[in-house]
């Protein structure tokens, strides 16, 4: 059988995937492998021949640009209203259909609440010890630690929820970090206080919240099937919520992901949850997505056998019908002020994405004045700015790749979390793991060519890897 979808003719795997049904399954996508295509041909499939309503079928994404595009490609195939939730409007259906009432705690509260309890005390022995200097409310090292303060309690909140797991975090710890742990709790425990004392919950508590009434009290809709993309980065909280749901109505899941695309751990994100699938919802099927239709094969050869150096990640082989003999091109710089429009010179493309580790990098070549709304004045050319990770999902005609230093605040960066966040985050088990992750999703969004501009003094160590590596399908110039 063959399913038309939004135009296209499902290929074979894309078939299969969306024709895969009555079972737990985990889709694995390459880069461009056309996993949008996939959901919307099976909910198409499981709607027109499986005679499923399409509001028995549970669609999640993790942001509102995905879920309305999304809900936008499923209306026009299917000609039916329908709603594709991200986990957090999920969370606050549910909330709402057990007629909770409840106000959104502002984002900055956790921040508010650490400034005000360390401006009300007067220093402990822990801030005697740890920033000597009496003006410490002002220390840049005492506000890099209030910043980790916030952060460990939001990756905590996101990761583990329970409060009583605190504790084992501490009995875990080393004698000189427990004083932190035991500071870090302690304001934990004032925050939560303050949003009960305001009736008020945060985007945590909201799935949290939906959980518990999920698991104590049921669920309204009883869904047959749930479907969820981007599954690569979703975080243990999110994955409670699913099984809730799932012991509650015994709903089949289909999760679509790329585990080289995962690049979110700094909030909270655990690729275990993709990797495990199958042991966590069995009995599963995995299923491959392996053509890419936007990345010629040079191109997805050399970016797959970069991220495979991992041997965590996940072994597959991409094929392409597009061929590029060069698909990569090194434009090495003398001088940072001219680099960039030297490069537009050179690439001379009218659709071009730069794409950077950082928001600000993009200054680092040219002047606040010469950037509008991230777009960049040059010809007639549609020339604009993003960074890698608000690129993800995206693609364009060419790529040029910026700031490639051998740096700290580079790609890779070599920005070391602060020491307490190891009990929170998991380290790396490969050199630059999720790094490498990220320098994957910036060289696959190209159709074309990716153009990487480099300081020939300082290149990063992706370059050198890639030189040494792949020198064959690169292209280098100086400029």
Same mark, same amino acid.
């Given at each position: 059988?063959?399913? !038309?979808?939004?135009?296209?003719?499902?290929?074979? !795997?894309?078939? $299969?995937?969306?024709?895969?049904?009555?079972?737990?399954? #985990?889709?694995?996508?390459?880069?461009?492998?056309?996993?949008?295509?996939?959901?919307?041909?099976?909910?198409?499939?499981?709607?027109?021949?499986?005679?499923?309503?399409?509001?028995?079928?549970?669609?999640?994404?993790?942001?509102?640009?995905?879920?309305?595009?999304?809900?936008?490609?499923?209306?026009?195939?299917?000609?039916?209203?329908?709603?594709?939730?991200?986990?957090?409007?999920?969370?606050?259906?549910?909330?709402?259909?057990? @007629?909770?009432?409840?106000?959104?705690?502002?984002?900055?509260?956790?921040?508010?609440? &650490?400034?005000?309890?360390?401006?009300?005390?007067?220093?402990?022995?822990?801030?005697?010890?740890?920033?000597?200097?009496?003006?410490?409310?002002? =220390?840049?090292?005492?506000?890099?630690?209030?910043?980790?303060?916030?952060?460990?309690?939001?990756?905590?909140?996101?990761?583990?929820?329970?409060?009583?797991?605190? =504790?084992?975090?501490?009995?875990?710890?080393?004698?000189?970090?427990?004083?932190?742990?035991?500071?870090?709790?302690?304001?934990?425990?004032?925050?939560?206080?303050?949003?009960?004392?305001?009736?008020?919950?945060?985007?945590?508590?909201?799935?949290?919240?939906?959980?518990?009434?999920?698991?104590?009290?049921?669920?309204? @809709? $009883?869904?047959?099937?749930?479907?969820?993309?981007?599954?690569?980065?979703?975080?243990?909280?999110?994955?409670?919520?699913?099984?809730?749901?799932?012991?509650?109505?015994?709903?089949?899941?289909?999760?679509?992901?790329?585990?080289?695309?995962?690049?979110?751990?700094?909030?909270?994100?655990?690729?275990?949850?993709?990797?495990?699938?199958?042991?966590?919802?069995?009995?599963?099927?995995?299923?491959? *997505?392996?053509?890419?239709?936007?990345?010629?094969?040079?191109?997805? =050869?050399?970016?797959?056998?970069?991220?495979?150096?991992?041997?965590?990640?996940?072994?597959?082989?991409?094929?392409?019908?597009?061929?590029?003999?060069?698909?990569?091109? /090194?434009?090495?710089?003398?001088?940072?002020?001219?680099?960039?429009?030297?490069?537009?010179?050179? #690439?001379?493309?009218?659709?071009?994405?730069?794409?950077?580790?950082?928001?600000?990098?993009?200054?680092?070549?040219?002047?606040?004045?010469?950037?509008?709304?991230?777009?960049?004045?040059?010809?007639?050319?549609?020339?604009?700015?993003?960074?890698? @990770?608000?690129?993800?999902?995206?693609?364009?005609?060419?790529?040029?790749?910026?700031?490639?230093?051998?740096?700290?605040?580079?790609?890779?960066?070599?920005?070391?979390?602060? @020491?307490?966040?190891?009990? /929170? #985050?998991?380290?790396? #088990?490969?050199?630059?793991?999720?790094?490498?992750?990220?320098?994957?999703?910036?060289?696959?969004?190209?159709?074309?060519?990716?153009? *990487?501009?480099?300081?020939?003094?300082?290149?990063?160590?992706?370059?050198?890897?890639?030189?040494?590596?792949?020198? $064959?399908?690169?292209? &280098?110039? =100086?400029?």
């Amino acid at each position: 059988m063959q399913l !038309e979808v939004l135009g296209h003719t499902l290929d074979k !795997e894309q078939t $299969k995937a969306a024709m895969t049904t009555n079972t737990n399954s #985990i889709i694995v996508a390459g880069a461009g492998s056309g996993k949008s295509l996939t959901m919307v041909g099976k909910i198409k499939y499981l709607v027109t021949v499986k005679n499923i309503k399409l509001e028995d079928i549970l669609c999640i994404t993790f942001t509102n640009d995905a879920a309305n595009s999304l809900e936008n490609k499923i209306k026009t195939e299917l000609n039916q209203p329908n709603k594709v939730y991200t986990f957090h409007k999920l969370a606050l259906e549910i909330i709402k259909s057990h @007629h909770i009432s409840y106000h959104i705690a502002e984002a900055d509260l956790l921040d508010y609440l &650490i400034e005000e309890i360390f401006s009300a005390l007067p220093p402990s022995f822990y801030f005697q010890k740890y920033f000597l200097t009496k003006n410490y409310l002002t =220390n840049l090292n005492f506000k890099n630690y209030k910043k980790t303060i916030a952060r460990f309690i939001r990756l905590y909140i996101s990761t583990y929820y329970d409060q009583s797991y605190f =504790n084992k975090l501490i009995n875990k710890a080393s004698k000189k970090d427990i004083p932190h742990l035991l500071i870090i709790k302690k304001i934990y425990e004032m925050y939560l206080l303050e949003k009960k004392s305001q009736n008020i919950i945060d985007f945590d508590d909201m799935i949290y919240l939906a959980t518990s009434l999920v698991k104590n009290k049921g669920i309204n @809709h $009883k869904y047959k099937y749930i479907i969820i993309d981007e599954y690569q980065d979703t975080s243990p909280v999110r994955e409670n919520l699913v099984k809730e749901i799932i012991h509650k109505t015994h709903a089949y899941l289909t999760v679509v992901g790329d585990d080289f695309q995962s690049i979110y751990r700094f909030s909270g994100c655990d690729l275990s949850s993709f990797l495990d699938f199958s042991q966590n919802f069995k009995p599963a099927q995995t299923l491959y *997505l392996t053509n890419t239709y936007r990345n010629s094969q040079e191109l997805i =050869n050399i970016a797959g056998s970069f991220i495979m150096a991992n041997p965590r990640q996940i072994k597959k082989t991409l094929t392409s019908s597009k061929n590029i003999k060069k698909p990569l091109t /090194i434009l090495y710089y003398q001088n940072i002020h001219t680099a960039l429009f030297k490069a537009l010179e050179m #690439i001379n493309e009218p659709n071009l994405m730069i794409l950077a580790r950082n928001n600000n990098d993009i200054y680092d070549y040219i002047s606040h004045q010469e950037v509008h709304n991230n777009s960049l004045k040059y010809k007639n050319y549609h020339i604009y700015f993003k960074t890698i @990770h608000k690129s993800k999902g995206l693609e364009e005609d060419n790529i040029l790749i910026i700031n490639l230093t051998n740096e700290q605040n580079s790609l890779p960066s070599k920005i070391k979390d602060e @020491h307490i966040l190891k009990y /929170i #985050i998991k380290k790396d #088990i490969y050199p630059y793991e999720e790094e490498r992750r990220l320098f994957y999703v910036a060289l696959t969004r190209t159709k074309n060519k990716c153009y *990487l501009l480099v300081a020939k003094k300082n290149p990063s160590i992706f370059i050198k890897e890639l030189i040494k590596k792949y020198k $064959k399908y690169l292209d &280098i110039y =100086n400029l």
